[in-house]
């Protein structure tokens, strides 16, 4: 059993940096992956890390930008892996694998983070 990490940030005070910190690494992904994409959304969400629209445009919690490195990056690749698979099928988690082969354990720990005001 693993602690409780509470990630407790204030969206005013976070949002910009949160942006600015969101759009450079879906840029580089994007880059990687040859996809493009709609809009970025900043949002201050309880329940999601993330997600991504059938018009391409991404949603991403503020709180994303101020979690650990990796744990950073897998979100935005999930997401900008939903650029290509809008579902999590098989192709989905390949594409994933390619810089996460170890998905399922950062999955798992992310579990970890409790998103509170
Ligand atoms: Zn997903």
């Known amino acids: 059993m693993q602690e409780l990490i509470i990630l407790r940030l204030d969206y005013q005070t976070h949002k910009e940096e949160a942006r600015n910190i969101i759009t450079a ?3 580089f992904f994007a880059q990687q992956y040859g996809v493009t994409y709609g809009r970025i ?3 201050d969400q309880r329940t999601r890390w993330g997600s991504c629209s059938n018009k391409k445009n991404l949603n991403f919690n503020f709180r994303v930008a101020f979690l650990p490195d990796e744990f950073r990056d897998y979100i ?3 997401e ?3 650029l290509k698979e809008l579902n999590h ?3 989905f ?3 994933v694998s390619q810089f996460f082969p170890h998905y399922t354990s950062i999955h798992k720990q992310l579990r970890n983070y409790k998103l509170i005001p």
């Open 76 to 78: 935005i690749v999930h």
């Open 80 to 82: 900008i892996c939903h």
């Open 25 to 27: 690494r879906v840029e």
């Open 89 to 91: 099928s098989k192709r």
């Open 93 to 95: 988690w390949e594409l």
């Open 41 to 43: 959304a900043i949002r």
